[in-house]
């Protein structure tokens, strides 16, 4: 349980980081991104909405910064993230509550996927050392350094078209309305179907990769030895001895890498025009619509930590050690 | 002398192939009696680890066996080599005749399982007939005997101290109560009052269950203490063989000689302290004749040009001793 | 954006085995690893290729002509834009651009992993507390997102500011690994030795932990530039940074807010993705040349057959050591009788 709860501490702490990062973004960096976009839709702006945006930008350089913190702190908590401009005059709290869920599903599901499919993968090319699957090392690693959103390029122009049975893009069909019925379930899944499969490719090789150096370390270990000597099944040894331990790590590496992996795997929405946070952002720095990049970068690195935390506790399920110094 | 148990003969192991290959085991040839202790003693680097491993198929890569055999003679069966088993063969050979306490307990047990998860996997691999209730009475039993209470089998290994880990592994080792019990320096990394507790619990448990004992340690006064015989080793060859307590009285080699003196005896009389000069020979670049001779104080020429030959001493002629030594009295006979 | 590639961390807890072998050789060792050869000899394609590309492209590469959309042509290699641009000069000019941002925000942040990474496993306490406390919300925190976010505030952001935005906010996972080495080094018996000989804490540093270090900051410095690049065509592709200087990412922008794509132009996006790809896979290689040389075990071992001397082939494996002569199972074993087992209990 201690280790649980100092992981949430530094998680909380690490989320107000976060978000001072996000209030001192547009004070300190030279430029002002947002008067001339609140003047473009001036008289369109209710007051109140033009003084959440004074908030979160600190155009009110009148008051302290301290003040300013406070203020914008009271505003975050409210989840009022002012207007976004690529939307007007939709709140970004609101635009990032519809896409949030299809990120989520997306990403979220194609990167636990890839992770224990590079984790399988690496754990049969660990074990049997130079079979075949050291062969393909060196095309996953090429696999790996295309840029998620190029691969999906390359997938949309192989795969996809008119008359596919893969779309180029959207979340689902255009004429649908979003329910939870077969029809547009699976039009969804349809959909994105593409998106996932450029992401496994990419992020999947890391995994192998990683996991195989692991299960390559672990194997030289005397409980391996012992395991062997023991008579035990080949599978039982390399599953229940050498894989469980290797797991460890590439969990805790799993946890680690959220962060880079998540902002890649952004990037495939903007090609497939997936309707997620990534597409969002996109959209956000073609309008230069400040208040949803903000808003968008504030839910990513929430969700990231979220998603670490849960990764903590999966640590913490697999290796007794921690679970004893609670 | 009892019958043989386990027959190592003309037994090779390489590290590495073809010209990269070093021999790190050479021509050894040693039996194993039933309901026996065989000491086996060298420095770090003598062949002694890696005869046993070699013994068992355990070696890592790069080790390879590159000659001799094994052979195992089960109770009231048809002996057999070990190094002819296919892999399913070895497996069931393993632990069920031949079970190891490895060096070290502290990385022997996997950290992430219960002692229980391991204990009860080698009986449920071996033993697929014996239903649940009955496989945990019998860990229980063994964990009994090696006085580990039976609540701590749900215990993991962190949660154990350095000498109860090594009380489980031995527990582990006799659970499926094997013929022969390979024992690679089982007290070593435990503290002197640990290591004549587990010893003293060991000649227990051998008179009780009558398993046959290949013990390897550098200590060879804790041998001498423990073993019915000894075999000492150098340069990955046997170079004198012996009951313990006529090693120990009136060693023949020069090597085994430096080595009691390197020890301070647990009993008995005290010896002036000495050591061996120089190191251990390079595998890579083994001496030329005797492995042994450019560290040896009665050296002579004889020494750096021939393998002497391990067989019965002249001077003493007893059919239980071999040595390989030039000197004089010691060349075996004929 | 892949994981980082470097395992080295957790392939040795104990930091790199201290050799005693002289430095010139093993540095030659790392040469001679056909991985890292193979990268290096890449990397040094595309450096060549950074400085003198502009010289060298047949064509301005923002020089329009009538050729508009031409597939690849002995006149154009890599075929033209919509507006009659010579994408294979753009992909020769390009390279200079991506070259700097990478290796320019790869010093940054390996600069800074080294000072933060190090003081904080050097110093302990208070100071180690908050540094890694610091590189622990810089390495949860997602990278990309915050750069672009910076980034785009920053009014017409160049190379130059692209470069060090990456530098400063990707140093958190190099600060890590050598933290843990740096604590780990200093444990050994040599430093403190030097630490109880009254050593400065600086010459200590310098001399007794930075050349044990350096196979891990060179794979920090390997990963943070594939990162960079990563970043810096991600960056222009979306339309962040300046579209008026060229790299490969401005090309990817350009294909895709031009509808490439649809055009079925496949020329204008194929060779930009490509380079960047064989770019990533030899920085990608130098790192696992780095990540065996380090830790020896994690080579694909070459010779895992052995053949027998009866022509069988066996394969060397962890818990079943080949055996190179058998008699076979069948064999007919004949127990050796010594003299002396005669007088005792033989069945």
């Given at each position: 349980m201690k280790f649980l709860l100092q992981r949430l501490a530094f998680y909380l702490f690490t989320a107000w980081a976060a978000i001072t990062i996000n209030f001192f973004i547009p004070r300190l960096i030279p430029g002002d991104p947002v008067t001339s976009l609140i003047n473009k839709f001036q008289g369109q702006m209710s007051t109140e909405a033009i003084n959440s945006l004074y908030v979160l930008f600190g155009l009110d350089k009148d008051a302290s910064m301290w003040s300013q913190y406070i203020d914008y702190w009271g505003q975050v908590f409210r989840g009022d993230l002012g207007l976004s401009f690529t939307f007007f005059p939709t709140p970004v709290s609101e635009i990032l509550g519809q896409s949030l869920p299809w990120t989520i599903a997306l990403v979220g599901i194609t990167t636990f996927a890839s992770f224990m499919i590079g984790t399988g993968l690496g754990v049969l090319a660990g074990w049997r050392r130079g079979s075949w699957l050291d062969g393909l090392l060196p095309v996953t690693t090429f696999l790996s350094s295309i840029p998620y959103f190029w691969l999906g390029l390359i997938a949309i122009t192989l795969l996809a078209g008119q008359g596919s049975f893969f779309p180029s893009s959207g979340g689902y069909e255009p004429g649908l309305v979003p329910a939870w019925d077969s029809e547009f379930i699976g039009s969804a899944v349809r959909h994105s179907l593409l998106p996932a499969i450029t992401i496994l490719i990419s992020s999947v090789s890391g995994w192998i990769l990683s996991m195989r150096n692991m299960m390559v370390t672990v194997a030289s270990e005397d409980y391996i030895t012992v395991a062997h000597a023991k008579g035990l099944s080949e599978r039982r040894v390399m599953l229940s001895y050498a894989a469980r331990n290797a797991l460890l790590p590439n969990v805790s590496g799993f946890a680690l890498s959220l962060g880079f992996i998540v902002g890649g795997t952004l990037l495939v929405e903007i090609v497939f025009s997936y309707p997620g946070i990534g597409y969002n952002l996109f959209q956000a720095v073609g309008a230069k619509d400040y208040p949803l990049m903000q808003g968008v970068f504030l839910v990513i690195t929430i969700s990231v930590l979220v998603a670490n935390l849960i990764a903590d506790v999966a640590y913490l399920l697999l290796d007794p050690r921690t679970r004893k110094e609670g | 002398m009892k019958a043989p148990v386990l027959e190592i003969r003309d037994f090779n192991v390489d590290y590495g192939l073809g010209d990269q290959a070093v021999r790190a085991v050479r021509d050894v040839t040693l039996t194993l009696h039933r309901g026996e202790v065989l000491g086996l003693a060298g420095e770090s680097g003598s062949g002694k680890s890696t005869l046993a491993y070699g013994v068992t198929r355990l070696l890592p890569p790069p080790g390879v066996i590159s000659g001799g055999s094994v052979i195992y003679h089960p109770p009231g069966d048809q002996p057999y080599d070990v190094m002819g088993l296919a892999d399913a063969e070895l497996r069931a050979f393993r632990w069920a005749e031949t079970s190891i306490v490895f060096q070290g307990a502290m990385n022997s047990l996997n950290p992430v399982h219960k002692v229980s998860t391991q204990m009860l996997d080698v009986i449920r691999a071996h033993e697929p007939q014996l239903t649940p209730p009955a496989r945990v009475a019998r860990a229980k039993e063994m964990l009994k005997l090696v006085g580990i209470s039976a609540d701590r089998m749900d215990a993991y290994p962190h949660q154990l101290s350095g000498g109860m880990r090594q009380r489980v592994m031995i527990g582990m080792a006799l659970v499926l109560e094997p013929q022969i019990v390979i024992m690679d320096e089982p007290t070593t990394a435990l503290d002197v009052v640990m290591q004549r507790q587990i010893l003293a619990q060991l000649v227990e448990l051998r008179e009780r269950l009558d398993f046959s004992v290949l013990f390897i340690t550098h200590d060879l006064s804790l041998l001498v203490e423990f073993a019915d015989r000894i075999a000492i080793m150098y340069g990955g060859r046997i170079v004198e063989e012996a009951r313990s307590a006529e090693l120990y009285k009136d060693?023949?080699?020069?090597?085994?000689?430096?080595?009691?003196?390197?020890?301070?005896?647990?009993?008995?009389?005290?010896?002036?302290?000495?050591?061996?000069?120089?190191?251990?020979?390079?595998?890579?670049?083994?001496?030329?004749?005797?492995?042994?001779?450019?560290?040896?104080?009665?050296?002579?020429?004889?020494?750096?040009?021939?393998?002497?030959?391990?067989?019965?001493?002249?001077?003493?002629?007893?059919?239980?001793?071999?040595?390989?030594?030039?000197?004089?009295?010691?060349?075996?006979?004929? | 954006m892949s994981a980082p590639t470097s395992t080295i961390t957790a392939v040795t807890p104990d930091g790199p085995e201290v050799e005693v072998a002289p430095v010139k050789r093993r540095r030659?060792?790392?040469?001679?690893?056909?991985?890292?050869?193979?990268?290096?000899?890449?990397?040094?394609?595309?450096?060549?290729?950074?400085?003198?590309?502009?010289?060298?492209?047949?064509?301005?590469?923002?020089?329009?002509?009538?050729?508009?959309?031409?597939?690849?042509?002995?006149?154009?290699?890599?075929?033209?834009?919509?507006?009659?641009?010579?994408?294979?000069?753009?992909?020769?000019?390009?390279?200079?651009?991506?070259?700097?941002?990478?290796?320019?925000?790869?010093?940054v942040a390996t600069a800074l992993s080294v000072l933060i990474g190090v003081s904080s496993g050097f110093l302990g306490g208070a100071a180690d507390e908050g540094l890694s406390a610091l590189s622990n919300v810089f390495l949860v925190i997602p990278a990309l997102p915050l750069i672009i976010i910076v980034a785009s505030t920053i009014p017409g952001a160049g190379d130059l500011m692209v470069a060090l935005v990456i530098g400063l906010t990707s140093w958190a996972w190099g600060a890590r690994v050598l933290r843990a080495q740096t604590l780990s080094l200093r444990r050994r018996d040599y430093v403190e030795a030097a630490r109880?000989?009254?050593?400065?804490?600086?010459?200590?540093?310098?001399?007794?932990?930075?050349?044990?270090?350096?196979?891990?900051?060179?794979?920090?410095?390997?990963?943070?530039?594939?990162?960079?690049?990563?970043?810096?065509?991600?960056?222009?592709?979306?339309?962040?940074?300046?579209?008026?200087?060229?790299?490969?990412?401005?090309?990817?922008?350009?294909?895709?807010?031009?509808?490439?794509?649809?055009?079925?132009?496949?020329?204008?996006?194929?060779?930009?993705?490509?380079?960047?790809?064989?770019?990533?896979?030899?920085?990608?290689?130098?790192?696992?040349?780095?990540?065996?040389?380090?830790?020896?075990?994690?080579?694909?071992?070459?010779?895992?057959?052995?053949?027998?001397?009866?022509?069988?082939?066996?394969?060397?494996?962890?818990?079943?050591?080949?055996v190179l002569t058998t008699t076979g199972k069948g064999a007919p074993v004949t127990p050796v009788v010594r003299v002396d087992e005669v007088k005792g209990t033989v069945q």
């Open positions: - | 060693s023949l080699h020069p090597y085994s000689e430096g080595l009691l003196r390197s020890f301070p005896a647990l009993r008995g009389p005290r010896r002036e302290l000495s050591g061996i000069p120089g190191s251990p020979p390079d595998l890579r670049g083994m001496p030329s004749g005797c492995a042994f001779h450019p560290r040896c104080p009665h050296a002579f020429d004889r020494c750096s040009t021939e393998i002497p030959v391990l067989g019965v001493p002249a001077a003493r002629n007893d059919p239980n001793r071999s040595v390989a030594c030039w000197l004089p009295g010691r060349v075996p006979v004929a | 030659l060792r790392f040469v001679a690893n056909p991985k890292a050869a193979t990268g290096l000899i890449v990397l040094g394609f595309f450096c060549l290729i950074a400085i003198i590309g502009p010289w060298i492209a047949p064509y301005d590469p923002s020089g329009r002509s009538s050729d508009l959309i031409q597939p690849p042509s002995g006149k154009h290699w890599f075929g033209t834009t919509h507006l009659g641009q010579d994408i294979f000069s753009q992909v020769l000019v390009g390279t200079r651009g991506v070259m700097f941002v990478g290796l320019l925000a790869g010093i109880a000989t009254g050593e400065s804490t600086w010459r200590i540093i310098t001399v007794e932990i930075l050349p044990n270090l350096t196979a891990i900051i060179a794979s920090g410095f390997v990963g943070t530039v594939i990162f960079a690049v990563m970043s810096e065509i991600t960056l222009a592709f979306i339309g962040i940074s300046t579209i008026s200087e060229w790299n490969w990412g401005t090309i990817l922008f350009w294909a895709q807010s031009q509808q490439a794509l649809a055009q079925g132009a496949w020329w204008w996006f194929v060779p930009a993705g490509l380079a960047i790809a064989v770019l990533g896979t030899a920085l990608s290689l130098i790192n696992f040349g780095i990540d065996e040389f380090v830790s020896p075990r994690l080579r694909s071992s070459g010779h895992t057959r052995v053949k027998t001397k009866d022509g069988r082939t066996v394969r060397m494996r962890v818990g079943f050591t080949p």
